[in-house]
């Protein structure tokens, strides 16, 4: 993909899709229907002052949660030269076996120029995004379009990163919500995973159960964690929120217990929280030359891979072909073989110019050992040569 393009799913009603690209005029899906559509249309965007009530009841994001998976980092100092990321990236999606397609996925390669960011960024800068809607697809349209708008106008960005990406995370439920407010049409949920590059930091925030798997020298880092009603952590929160986990569903109704809009089911978001949460969990890594690509996934591409699976496959594609589009194809279409039934989705995020390299495994040294037995008859073979 060329670096100043950007590829969004498109709606699609066949069985495939491999997006649509073009150059900075193009724009992700917008949400339809009612007096929220002639907004969009105008160009108007809402702002994070239009929002800046709402996210009052969000005293976390003073200062962003560290999350409780580590994540292996590399010293850079023990680099002979300083690693710059070279981006290329692809993506593929597919209806399944659903009857719909609710599945959003945004490239940017350029995220500073498309966006018209004011503030200088050394490095590459990019974001990738992956929304997997349930109930309809206009939460998915509307956290594609938004989300990434909202990083953009962040005062604190990028010095501020992690705290510009939880806010606009929060600002694009909240506008939603508003949104829904003109247009009952548009209610329903979308889970949201957004993964930037900026210079050699790169930044995974998740709300939901979609999936970034870092690939560094072979082996699968999980970037983001799934948000499952029945995990331990997420089980309790949603239990002090007054909520609770039925048959692995929060309260009843959804099976996961992070994700953006929803705001019309009825216990799950109300204006002091409750216990369905859009704040996202937040990993960041330093890129070296270790790490090789990024795969980023909805769920129905994690129901049928393992993450270090998803790696092995993707690393042998790119050996083969080193094109990030066609490693999203080769996935999406080994999902659908392994008879995943959802709506399929991925990203695949290329750091180097060059394929995988090949792995040298180091040999260990082998201790071999002989029996009694086998001593006293090798005896008898040398004593014999000797007369």
Not at 104 to 116: I, L, P, R, W
Not at 343 to 363: A, E, G, T
């Amino acid at each position: 993909m060329d670096a100043d393009k950007v590829v969004v799913i498109d709606n699609g009603g066949g069985n495939s899709n491999n997006g649509i690209s073009g150059g900075n005029d193009s724009l992700p899906p917008k949400p339809l229907g009612g007096v929220y559509r002639q907004s969009l249309s105008t160009g108007q965007t809402p702002t994070a002052a239009s929002c800046k009530k709402s996210l009052a009841r969000h005293p976390s994001l003073v200062k962003t949660k560290p999350l409780d998976i580590p994540v292996e980092r590399l010293n850079i100092n023990d680099c002979e030269t300083v690693f710059s990321p070279s981006l290329r990236s692809g993506a593929w999606a597919d209806i399944g076996g659903r009857s719909a397609m609710e599945d959003v996925f945004v490239c940017a390669d350029d995220f500073v120029n498309h966006y018209g960011l004011k503030s200088s960024v050394e490095g590459p800068s990019a974001f990738y995004g992956v929304f997997d809607g349930h109930g309809g697809k206009h939460a998915a349209d509307f956290a594609g379009h938004h989300l990434p708008r909202f990083i953009a106008e962040d005062e604190g960005f990028p010095e501020e990163i992690e705290r510009a990406i939880s806010s606009a995370f929060l600002q694009t439920d909240t506008a939603f919500a508003e949104a829904c407010t003109l247009d009952n049409d548009l209610a329903s949920g979308t889970t949201a995973l957004a993964a930037l590059v900026i210079g050699r930091s790169l930044v995974v925030a998740n709300a939901g159960d979609c999936r970034a798997v870092l690939c560094r020298r072979g082996k699968a880092i999980e970037m983001s964690r799934d948000h499952k009603p029945c995990c331990f952590t997420e089980k309790k929160r949603i239990e002090a929120s007054g909520g609770y986990v039925f048959d692995g569903y929060l309260n009843g109704q959804l099976n996961v217990a992070r994700a953006l809009g929803d705001w019309h089911m009825e216990g799950l978001k109300h204006g002091d929280g409750g216990p369905l949460s859009a704040e996202p969990e937040l990993m960041s890594t330093r890129l070296t030359e270790e790490d090789e690509f990024l795969i980023i996934g909805c769920d129905g591409i994690w129901d049928v891979f393992m993450s270090q699976n998803a790696v092995d496959f993707a690393r042998r594609k790119l050996q083969e072909h080193n094109d990030p589009e066609m490693c999203c194809k080769d996935l999406v279409e080994e999902a659908l073989k392994r008879r995943s039934g959802d709506n399929l989705s991925v990203v695949v995020v290329c750091f180097q110019p060059q394929p995988p390299p090949n792995l040298i495994v180091p040999r260990g040294r082998v201790h071999r050992s002989i029996s009694a037995e086998g001593l006293k008859e090798l005896q008898g073979f040398l004593d014999r040569l000797a007369e």
